[in-house]
């Protein structure tokens, strides 16, 4: 299968190798130069623009990092047109980025009147998810939309739901992602408050992994360094899922809220916490990395 992919930042270009390593004949682009040389270097092809990226396409695929690069991707604007005004072959459109429901349904209906099928599948699972091929996607879009395009993603997925129309997948990963960052802050919080008071991190968290308090963040993604080999929190917080990236997803959740009247305050909190914590120059760690605020005032 022919495939464009547009965007390949931490998750994309995992995501397209992974497309590339099941024999798909890729033809990617970025503005970055050094990420469309990494992916030619394992057998994609390079595109001078998205348009010509896509041109022989079957699937398109976008993963961009907020809701501003998807609508000037594909809606465009005053000084350049839009990507849908290019597809006139019709090739399934699948965008994997994170962004308010109404921006997914605002490119959805613009590619309807188009002829054009257009699914929202925002992921979960991060690097290393796109790396081993194990995301989960959410799934917004029309069954038979949702159908074929089941084949492409579980190449680089492993659970793949469809949670309804076009902006409901937008809709799930919001909340879950307000979820994580509640978990993660929460987690942070009560490792800091054992350790304040003499509990080894470590014993705390096994601890804690295998009674009530146990979740994600415990098992997968301790954020105390040194805890877990292999964790964001002990490589110095590089790489991951970045904080400034929490911070707007939890500003997403809270939008949402606004719109429909919800009362989320675990998730305004978290949404504070993140965003205090991106301001004090912490915005290009990895999200986990919220354990440090916790630990202000600690003796060295």
């Not at 959805?108 to 002829?115: N, Q, V």
């Not at 719109?259 to 909190?269: E, F, I, L």
């Given at each position: 299968m022919t495939i464009a992919f547009i965007g390949l930042g931490n998750m994309g270009a995992p995501m397209a190798a992974n497309l590339l390593g099941a024999g798909h004949d890729?033809?990617?682009?970025?503005?970055?130069?050094?990420a469309v040389a990494a992916l030619e270097g394992q057998g994609a092809r390079r595109a001078d623009s998205a348009a010509a990226a896509c041109r022989d396409a079957e699937v398109v695929i976008s993963m961009l990092p907020a809701g501003a690069h998807v609508r000037g991707l594909y809606l465009g604007s005053d000084q350049s047109p839009g990507l849908l005004d290019d597809l006139a072959h019709q090739p399934l459109i699948i965008d994997a980025s994170t962004i308010s429901p109404d921006d997914a349904r605002l490119v959805?209906?613009?590619?309807?009147?188009?002829?054009l099928t257009y699914l929202d599948a925002p992921v979960s699972g991060g690097i290393g998810g796109a790396k081993a091929g194990t995301l989960t996607f959410i799934v917004g879009g029309d069954a038979?939309?949702?159908?074929?395009?089941?084949?492409?993603?579980?190449?680089?997925?492993?659970?793949?739901?469809?949670a309804g129309e076009v902006g409901a997948g937008q809709v799930a990963k919001i909340c879950n992602n307000m979820l994580l960052g509640i978990l993660m802050s929460g987690t942070a919080e009560a490792l800091a408050l054992g350790v304040r008071n003499g509990l080894d991190p470590a014993v705390l968290s096994e601890i804690m992994k295998q009674s009530s308090g146990g979740n994600w963040a415990l098992n997968v993604y301790n954020p105390w360094p040194g805890v877990m080999e292999g964790s964001a929190a002990s490589r110095d917080y590089q790489g991951g899922f970045l904080t400034d990236l929490m911070a707007k997803d939890l500003g997403l959740a809270w939008e949402l809220a606004l719109?429909?009247?919800?009362?989320?305050?675990?998730?305004?909190?978290a949404r504070n916490l993140f965003a205090l914590h991106s301001a004090q120059g912490s915005g290009r760690l990895d999200f986990s990395s919220i354990q440090a605020l916790y630990r202000a005032g600690e003796e060295s």
């Open positions: 890729v033809c990617v682009f970025d503005l970055v130069e050094d959805g209906e613009a590619a309807a009147a188009r002829g038979a939309g949702f159908e074929k395009a089941t084949p492409v993603l579980e190449v680089m997925g492993k659970n793949i739901f469809h719109k429909t009247r919800a009362s989320v305050p675990m998730g305004s909190q």
